[in-house]
């Protein structure tokens, strides 16, 4: 099962930017379509945004988009998501996982969004 270690989150001000990295374990990563999901405390988890593993094809979430781009290193079996326009809405513990064959998720990373 491929495993996910989440690293970039951190305070930001309303307005700012950050840019997540994802770093998958196993040879498959360059195979499988990847997304980035968040969970605020007491909400359920929402997929933010998904690559395909070749055609670079994205989708994201309405309340992202235009602001997240995701996007992909095979050769780095790593995933991103650059964050600009951040608002307080952000805030949220942020993970990535293969959303087609789900493997073990990650301890996430904490992006905080506050004036």
């Known amino acids: 099962q491929v495993q996910f270690v989440e690293s970039g989150g951190g305070l930001v001000q309303p307005g700012g930017s950050l840019r997540l990295s994802c770093a998958a374990s196993?040879?498959?990563?360059?195979?499988?379509?990847m997304g980035w999901y968040r969970q605020a405390p007491g909400k359920q988890r929402e997929l933010v945004a998904t690559?395909?593993?070749?055609?670079?094809?994205?989708n994201y979430a309405e309340s992202v988009k235009g602001r997240f781009t995701i996007s992909r290193d095979n050769a780095k079996n790593t995933v991103y998501l650059q964050m600009n326009s951040l608002t307080p809405e952000d805030t949220a513990v942020y993970y990535c996982?293969?959303?087609?064959?789900?493997?073990?998720w990650g301890q996430g990373t904490l992006v905080t969004v506050s004036s």
């Open positions: 996982n293969a959303p087609n064959s789900f493997g073990a």
């Open positions: 196993g040879s498959i990563f360059k195979l499988v379509t």
């Open positions: 690559i395909h593993s070749s055609s670079s094809a994205t």
